[in-house]
């Protein structure tokens, strides 16, 4: 079952509209590494996990990333105003202008539309758990993009946040990968001489970078405070 909540889990503010800069919040909104695409891979991951712990971590942090969808929907609401202006927007979608009367609707910076094609469920915990750490460390690196892109302080504000329960998000992923990395696919076949091996194929090299590998568990240090 799950509750909406009227109340945002931060408030959004914005210092004055910016149509151009609405289109590329839509890119957290609708696209490949955005909040809805997190929220529906969590959420679809969790069907068959039997671990009632981890379970229940990755519906708590789809519910969440659904939260942050609305943040940014509100966001791009009071980035585009009032006026339908399609001149307003030099570069990007401007779908947003001439079909959804300046609705946050589920496409990319692009105008491409959002597709369970982003979402990834193996059925494997120890693949998805990676590939969900890979997940909020690309949104982290969108997110920087984007604070880097605009000086609305408000905006900024809210960039700083959902880049920050990213990074809460991946720390936890890691911490559920550490109780379960001798499980799964990690497990699931022998280690043979052939894990062993690294094939210099860059010709001409004056020295090798690399050297065939020792296999080796998966394993992540906690995040340092800063």
Do not use: C
Not at 2 to 23: G, I, S, T
Not at 27 to 44: H, I
Not at 149 to 165: A, G, H, M, P
Request: aromatic share 8%.
């Amino acid at each position: 079952m799950f509750k909406h909540d009227k109340q945002l889990q931060r408030e959004v503010k914005v210092e004055r509209p910016n149509p151009q800069y609405a289109v590329l919040m839509q890119e957290q909104l609708g696209g490949a590494n955005g909040e809805l695409k997190a929220a529906m891979q969590y959420l679809s991951q969790s069907f068959r996990i039997k671990d009632k712990a981890i379970k229940d971590l990755f519906l708590d942090i789809a519910a969440e990333e659904l939260s942050h969808m609305e943040m940014v929907s509100q966001t791009i609401n009071l980035l585009n105003g009032h006026d339908v202006d399609y001149k307003s927007v030099g570069v990007g979608e401007i779908e947003t202008h001439v079909l959804t009367g300046l609705s946050p609707v589920l496409i990319n910076s692009s105008g491409e539309p959002w597709t369970a094609n982003y979402v990834t469920v193996t059925g494997d915990l120890v693949a998805d758990l990676l590939s969900n750490i890979a997940s909020e460390q690309r949104a982290k690196v969108v997110y920087e993009y984007l604070h880097r892109q605009i000086d609305d302080k408000y905006v900024r504000e809210t960039i700083d946040f959902l880049l920050n329960r990213e990074e809460a998000h991946n720390a936890l992923f890691r911490e559920a990968l550490n109780k379960v990395k001798d499980t799964g696919s990690n497990i699931d076949f022998g280690v043979t001489e052939d894990s062993k091996l690294y094939f210099d194929l860059s010709t001409p090299t004056p020295e090798n970078h690399f050297t065939s590998p020792e296999a080796t568990k998966v394993s992540f240090t906690e995040p340092q405070n800063k």
